[in-house]
């Protein structure tokens, strides 16, 4: 790897060094004899952040969205997160080309990941971990998860979780929240959390039906350093509408940031918390909204939507929020000088796990390997070779959606298809071959059954709109996460800043005008009410087997009004005719 330390100190985020490896084998990586990566060590009390890892026990490839545009008026968009390629990169002072730019944006990332590496992994977070647990000490140290780790691979499929549990008590995790968690049901998480994790899961938002009881403990108190560290946990809000309801029926999610409050001033005035932390799942733009409205929050550890907030973090009024990435790409380090009553300094360090720069850990790997070792044969089965780069995170069609849509059209025979607008699925570079466990790393859900339905013109159109709306609403408290809905051979005309029913116009299928009151026929996938059908991964599959070979030269995007025209959320404007 040409990568000088001058480069990979630039990626850190930070004005000083990081500690990233054992000083040994950093010293044979960069022949100084030197660790660039040793923190200097500050304060009384280290957070560590991951978020969003969706049950990736493997380094994957993690291209960043071409296109991430804010819900806000056109004089507001471009705020952090949304800023994608160069644009990002201009507001983070990092050229395009170099390891920092392969970390942070989606320019040239074919080349990019061929000279840089995977990103994650469990068994190099873990010796990221126990670096940083032994530099600073683990009596002063807490590692905090965002959620989304029980889901997004075949192995967490089949294990119903557990193999992750496994890897979160290797890693020693203090706290978690959730969201995909919950679509293993309600029992299946209480028994996991009950009797398998030994992080403490915390979640101030979700209350029984109809009693209004709390479902978790909203929030712990840790002494470290003769410091009180305040920790409350807040799931991911809309789990019973982004979601099937019938998988937590006793259940009731929500922000509230009411309760919020009320839980923050328990804990300052209670308990005399010194700091108090968030380990929410809200997204970004949630975050930023609850932190204007919630008062005497000290720093927000956020996730759901996998952005990247750094490598400087947001301010809200006084409060602190980063979002840290997904896939095991990022982790977020503060070293926090806390006195009584009181958060006297901190600094923050945005860590990116390229895993080609730090060495597995022996223990994690060998975890791993033993939990991978029932399903290797059929992970590995081949389907097919991609020409193309295949990804899927993108406001609209990802080229590995436009992939299912393609096969659900073929294998459905059907006019269109539709594809949820899910943010994790990682990525697969031109010339690799697609085996089963990629196929399940895009579609490994507990309700993967798909359906043939005749939608009507007007239906079409206000199944779109309603996506949309959930994506674009100018109040980030209407926003329940992912990206606008998949289609195939479904044309279209997009004006994000436009209100609801009035975001979509010139509707095609087929190139064709859409009429209100014609049916057309439509495949799809993830039915948020039970239904009967064949799992997706098994139709992709079949599918992909008979093409042998596969590239995406088109995709189904829209057309972008001129109002987009310069959005700092979109770095190909040609993509979409601007």
């Known amino acids: 790897m040409n990568l000088s330390r001058r480069d990979f100190m630039s990626i850190m985020g930070i004005a000083g060094a990081s500690g990233f490896l054992a000083p040994t084998a950093l010293a044979s990586s960069w022949g100084d004899g030197k660790d660039p990566y040793d923190i200097p060590k500050y304060g009384n009390v280290t957070l560590l952040h991951i978020t969003d890892t969706h049950a990736q026990l493997l380094p994957v490839w993690w291209r960043e969205p071409g296109t991430n545009i804010g819900t806000r008026q056109q004089h507001e968009w471009g705020v952090t997160p949304h800023q994608v390629g160069n644009f990002k990169l201009d507001y983070y002072g990092i050229k395009a080309g170099t390891p920092e730019g392969y970390a942070l944006s989606c320019l040239d990332f074919d080349t990019m990941a061929h000279k840089y590496g995977k990103i994650g992994g469990y068994a190099h977070i873990a010796t990221l971990v126990k670096r940083y647990r032994e530099q600073v000490g683990a009596d002063r140290t807490l590692l905090f998860d965002g959620g989304d780790a029980w889901q997004g691979s075949a192995t967490s499929l089949w294990t119903r979780g557990e ?67 305040a920790v409350i946990g807040q799931s991911f809000p809309f789990t019973p509408i982004a979601n099937p309801a019938y998988f937590t029926p006793k259940w009731a999610f929500g922000i509230h940031p009411e309760h919020m409050q009320k839980m923050v001033n328990e804990c300052r005035e209670k308990h005399h918390a010194d700091v108090v932390v968030v380990l929410s799942h809200n997204g970004a733009d949630v975050d930023k909204k609850m932190a204007s409205q919630v008062h005497g929050i000290d720093i927000i550890l956020g996730g759901h939507t996998h952005e990247i907030m750094g490598p400087k973090p947001v301010m809200v009024n006084k409060t602190i929020i980063v979002n840290t990435s997904t896939n095991g790409k990022f982790m977020a380090r503060f070293d926090l000088d806390v006195a009584k009553g009181r958060l006297r300094g901190w600094r923050f360090y945005y860590l990116p796990i390229l895993s080609n720069m730090i060495p597995a850990d022996k223990e994690m790997s060998d975890y791993i390997e033993k939990v991978r070792a029932p399903y290797a044969e059929k992970l590995a089965e081949p389907m097919a070779v991609t020409e193309s780069l295949l990804y899927r995170r993108d406001n ?12 659900l059209r073929e294998e459905m025979d059907c006019e269109a298809a539709f594809s949820p607008g899910f943010r994790w699925g990682y990525t697969k570079l031109p010339g690799e071959t697609i085996t089963m466990e990629d196929v399940m790393g895009q579609t490994a859900i ?23 709306d959930n994506l674009f609403n100018p109040d980030p408290y209407y926003i329940q996460g992912g990206d606008m809905i998949r289609v195939g051979n479904i044309q279209y005309t997009f004006n994000p800043a436009e209100t609801i029913d009035k975001r979509i116009s010139d509707l095609r299928v087929g190139g064709k005008l859409v009429h209100a009151s014609k049916k057309y026929k439509v ?35 829209p057309v ?12 190909f404007p040609k993509e979409y005719d601007l």
């Open 163 to 229: 193999d992750m549990v496994g890897a979160q008590n290797l890693l020693k995790e203090d706290y978690f929240v959730g969201h995909w968690e919950f679509t293993y049901g309600a029992e299946r998480v209480e028994y996991l959390l009950k009797h398998k994790l030994k992080a403490k899961f915390l979640s101030q938002n979700v209350f029984t039906t109809p009693w209004d009881e709390p479902v978790f403990d909203p929030y712990d108190i840790r002494e470290i350093n003769g410091v009180k560290v």
């Open 523 to 557: 495949a799809g996938w993830a039915a948020m009410q039970k239904v009967e059908g064949t799992p997706v991964w098994d139709i992709f599959a079949r599918w992909l087997k008979a093409k042998k070979t596969v590239r995406v030269d088109h995709r189904d995007l």
């Open 560 to 571: 972008l009004t001129k109002n987009m025209t310069g959005n700092p959320g979109i770095a």
């Open 396 to 407: 609209f069609n990802g080229s590995f959606d436009q992939l299912i849509c393609n096969a």
């Open 446 to 468: 507990t309700y993967p059954q798909v359906t043939v339905t005749e939608y009507t013109g007007a239906e079409l159109k206000n199944v779109m709109e309603q996506v949309a």
